[in-house]
C-alpha cells in the first residue's frame, strides 16, 4: 500500500526557514517525479515545485529563490527547504508523486508564518 508521509512544519516568523520533509513507501521512489503542494486557508491546492527523479527541479515563480526541493532516493524522501518565509507560506504542504498522484494523500505538515 502506498502511503505518504509528511513532517517538519511548525509555527514561524516571518523570515524564519523550514525544512519539510516527506516519505513515500509501497513503490519504488526513485521512479517517480515528486512534487509539494501549498494550500493556504480556504484555497485549493497547488503544487509549488517539483522534481524528477535525476533530480531536475522545477518551482512556481512565485517561490523561486526562497523554496529549494531536493530528494535521496536511498531514504524515498523529498525535502522542501523554505527561506524567508512570508506570511502567505502559511498553509497546510502536502507531496505526492506528480506523475502517479498516489491516493489517499498524506496527512500534510502545517506551516504558520506569523508576522
Known amino acids: 500500500q502506498v502511503q505518504l508521509v509528511e513532517s517538519g512544519g511548525g509555527s514561524v516568523q516571518a523570515g524564519g526557514s523550514l525544512r519539510l520533509s516527506c516519505v513515500l513507501s509501497?513503490?519504488?521512489?526513485?521512479?517517480?517525479?515528486m512534487a509539494w503542494y501549498h494550500q493556504y486557508p480556504g484555497k485549493a491546492r497547488e503544487m509549488v515545485a517539483h522534481?524528477?527523479?535525476?533530480?531536475?527541479?522545477n518551482y512556481v515563480d512565485s517561490v523561486k529563490g526562497r523554496f529549494t526541493i531536493s530528494r535521496d532516493n536511498t531514504k524515498n524522501t523529498v525535502y522542501l527547504q523554505i527561506n524567508s518565509l512570508k506570511p502567505e507560506d502559511t498553509g497546510v504542504y502536502y507531496c505526492?508523486?506528480?506523475?502517479?498522484?498516489?491516493?489517499?494523500w498524506g496527512q500534510g505538515t502545517q506551516v504558520i508564518v506569523s508576522s
Open positions: 522534481i524528477l527523479p535525476g533530480g531536475n527541479a
Open positions: 509501497g513503490t519504488i521512489f526513485r521512479l517517480n517525479t
Open positions: 505526492n508523486s506528480l506523475n502517479n498522484q498516489y491516493r489517499p
